[in-house]
């Protein structure tokens, strides 16, 4: 008597996870990463004088809209330089509007306490020293805060390609408190890169600018990925 034939398993369920390891090694599965980072690097350095930020932010987009899409080699190549421009001057203009509250807290009380600290009158530069003693408290949690929501914000301006994006306050908060275990992931990838970036040095004092511009797609595509994997956008 022949048994009846068995249903198939059931399809898993289980869902993808971070992968820790992939932000430091996607680079370097890429073809042509060599000439990809070296360019980077070039702009890294260009950064100095401004201009090469806007590159790089745009680049980055591109590079987060790739993984998020699932393209096998995700580093872009370096070959629409007006379109990275244009973008990546809207991502920083959102990292300047976001850093407004931090301008204005220097503005108004930092450099009149700066000021008063100067004077010969013993009372102004006690009330200076309390002013900025104050405003440094005030300072450390703003940063913090803005250090982790602002990522998040760059992310959704680079995924939909939008300024406005980077304001939508509630899909930011629910992304962030969605998907905190992954995110928290990205951001602990992305500090591991930034610290492995200044033994650039070693390479003749300039490689650091291309250790630096690993570090940067590094963050990006852990970030991306957290994006991806995310069950809440």
């Keep these: 008597m022949t048994n009846p034939p068995q249903p198939p398993p059931p399809p898993s369920s289980t869902r993808p996870t971070f992968d820790f390891v992939k932000p430091f090694a996607f680079t370097f599965e890429d073809p042509e990463w060599v000439q990809k980072v070296l360019l980077g690097g070039v702009f890294v350095l260009a950064s100095v004088a401004i201009v090469g930020i806007f590159f790089l932010y745009g680049y980055m987009a591109r590079l987060v809209r790739n993984v998020v899409e699932g393209v096998q080699h995700p ?26 509250p931090v301008i204005v807290l ?91 970036a200044p033994f650039g040095l070693a390479l003749l004092c300039i490689g650091i600018v291309f250790t630096m511009f690993w570090s940067f797609v590094v963050g990006a595509y852990s970030f991306a990925q957290t994006y991806r994997l995310a069950s809440t956008r």
Excluded: K
């Design 75 to 100: 580093l872009p190549a370096w070959d629409d330089l007006g379109d990275y421009f244009v973008e990546g001057l809207r991502l920083f203009a959102v990292a300047i509007v976001y850093a407004i």
């Design 106 to 196: 220097v503005v108004v009380f930092i450099v009149p306490s700066i000021v008063m600290q100067a004077t010969d009158s013993e009372f102004f530069r006690g009330a200076g020293e309390v002013m900025a003693g104050c405003v440094w408290c005030l300072m450390f949690p703003i940063s913090l805060a803005m250090g982790i929501w602002l990522p998040a914000a760059l992310l959704m301006a680079a995924v939909d390609r939008q300024f406005a994006a980077a304001f939508d306050y509630r899909r930011i908060w629910n992304f962030i408190r969605a998907n905190a275990g992954n995110y928290i992931l990205a951001y602990v990838v992305w500090l591991v890169a930034r610290f492995i």
